[in-house]
């Protein structure tokens, strides 16, 4: 069984701090995805990670895939309250199917 | 876009008695997925079809579960008798199918077993 472990599991900050969240496995990843949870809706992507070392940013939000696709961090700069929610990576191992992380929550403080 | 619709949004029930969830997958989508989400455990995998076809229900947690997929429009997931402990969000997604393609998710339905 792949497990994916996130950490931390929860996190609380104030409006305008940085935070990085982190995603471990120890299998190798095909390809990585994150996801981020609102409460009463189903998560919904933000982005994917394919290739070792790669860093993807989508504007206050850049996601790392490790060199070795073992592992991944997600770094928010200068937090908002809209980026409250339930964040989740889900690796996938070479085919449709995605096993999810642990999932850190995370409430930004305004 | 309509995106994945889940049908109820909420139930609450008795153990013992049947319950059935249902999902129509976005247009075109030729994989779906079905997930239960708790506290204790958070997302897993239950069950997921490719046109139509079951692939992997490893995920599912015994007999009592059960999940079909007649057409590319809609699938059920049933569980029969249903107990306290399977409580949980259930939730339904659905992917064009190939790696790395997202996974679109319905909102859920939120299953209470008393």
């Known amino acids: 069984t792949q497990l994916l472990e996130q950490s931390p599991q929860f996190l609380s900050i104030q409006e305008g701090e940085n935070l990085t969240v982190y995603c471990n496995s120890s299998?190798?990843?095909?390809?990585l995805q994150w996801y981020r949870q609102e409460p009463g809706e189903g998560p919904v992507l933000l982005v994917t990670v394919v290739t070792g070392g790669e860093v993807k940013k989508l504007k206050r939000l850049t996601f790392q895939f490790g060199d070795a696709r073992k592992d991944s961090s997600l770094h928010i700069t200068a937090a908002q309250p809209g980026d409250t929610g339930l964040y989740l990576c889900a690796g996938n191992f070479g085919n449709e199917k995605l096993t999810f992380g642990t999932g850190t929550r995370l409430t930004i403080i305004p | 876009d309509a995106g994945v619709i889940q049908s109820p949004r909420h139930e609450v029930t008795e153990m013992g008695q049947e319950v059935t969830l249902r999902c129509k997958p976005i247009?075109?989508?030729?994989?779906l997925f079905w997930y239960r989400q708790t506290m204790m455990r958070g997302l897993e995998l239950l069950i997921y079809f490719n046109n139509n076809v079951p692939i992997d229900d490893s995920g599912m947690p015994e007999d009592r579960f059960s999940a079909k997929m007649p057409n590319a429009s809609f699938s059920t997931l049933k569980i029969q008798p249903s107990e306290p402990r399977d409580s949980a969000v259930y939730f339904c997604a659905s992917s064009l199918g190939s790696r790395n393609q997202p996974q679109h998710f319905g909102d859920g339905t939120r299953l209470s077993i008393l």
């Open positions: 247009s075109g989508h030729n994989s």
């Open positions: 299998s190798v990843f095909s390809s």
